[in-house]
């Protein structure tokens, strides 16, 4: 290669690097503002409704609309920093969401889930439920995923599709729910006696709402014993504590009255 034509060569590699390396510069500093934006955007947002009266299962969903909307804001600056025109990037814009439609079907499929539990609201921040295959408190629901806390304090991420299309129960939205349990008597046993020392059991307790059913009965009969159903009506947040009492309560109470658990 001649003088002249490494001068020519470098030369056009001048130019098309003059030619796009600002446009190429201005968006990636474009991208790192705009992320900067929509992130501080999305803590004004939160600081925001926190001390209104939006619900504070709104919230975090509302400032995530607004982050995602200046994430795509940011792109189309960028976009436009290459001469992308309006009609053309409307063109390219909606056979990349037909593509991406397709390919994250799974991932669409929670944030509308996500948008089903917002409306129908089968619970709030703050209750206990059990779905998807576990069972916490909601520390919160966004567009993809719902955040579970269970007793043993592990955060659990539940994706929104699992949990719509599964049963929900909600043990917080009623102050009030039964603590039930089985006992099996042993066979030697008199069963109408246990029934009636559990019944007393369920009296005395501080714990168990009085003007609410108490059930004691026998269920079933067998060769190994008679299986005595207890049930009665506590506040939520006495449910283990009324458990735990009612087992504790018959265990020395069957001690000291000689019934026999099988």
């Known amino acids: 290669m001649t003088s002249q034509e490494l001068a020519l060569q470098t030369s056009a590699y001048m130019k098309i ?13 474009v991208l790192i503002v705009g992320r900067m934006i929509a992130n501080w955007l999305y803590g004004f947002v939160s600081r ?3 001390k209104t009266k939006v619900d504070v299962t709104l919230q975090p969903v509302i400032a995530s609309v607004a982050r995602y909307a200046a994430l795509g804001l940011t792109l189309l600056v960028v976009l436009q920093q290459f001469g992308v025109q309006t ?3 409307l063109a390219i814009l909606g056979t990349i969401g037909l593509a991406v439609g397709l ?3 799974g991932t669409l ?8 539990l917002l409306f129908l609201r089968p619970f709030e921040v703050g209750d206990r439920i059990e779905a998807g295959g576990a069972e916490g408190v909601v520390l919160g629901i966004d567009m993809f995923h719902t955040n579970l806390r269970t007793t043993d304090g592990v955060d ?3 994706p929104n599709s699992n949990i719509l299309s599964g049963t929900i129960r909600n043990m917080s939205n009623f102050p009030e729910r039964v603590v039930s349990t089985k006992l099996t008597v042993a066979l030697e046993s ?4 246990a029934a009636t020392a559990l019944r007393e059991i369920l009296d005395a307790d501080p714990l168990v709402i009085k003007d609410r059913p108490r059930n ?6 067998s060769a190994g014993g008679s299986e005595i159903d207890i049930s009665a009506w506590v506040k939520n947040e006495d449910f283990v504590q009324a458990r735990t009492n009612i087992l504790n309560a018959a265990r020395k109470r069957f001690a000291q009255d000689e019934i026999k658990l099988a």
């Open 17 to 29: 690097a003059f030619d796009y390396l600002p446009p190429i510069i201005g968006a990636i500093l």
């Open 48 to 50: 925001t409704l926190s």
């Open 87 to 89: 009609a053309s990037l």
């Open 103 to 105: 390919a994250l079907q």
């Open 109 to 116: 499929s929670n944030v509308a889930a996500g948008l089903m």
């Open 156 to 158: 659990i991420v539940i």
């Open 190 to 193: 008199d069963p109408d006696r």
């Open 216 to 221: 004691v009965a026998v269920k079933s009969l």
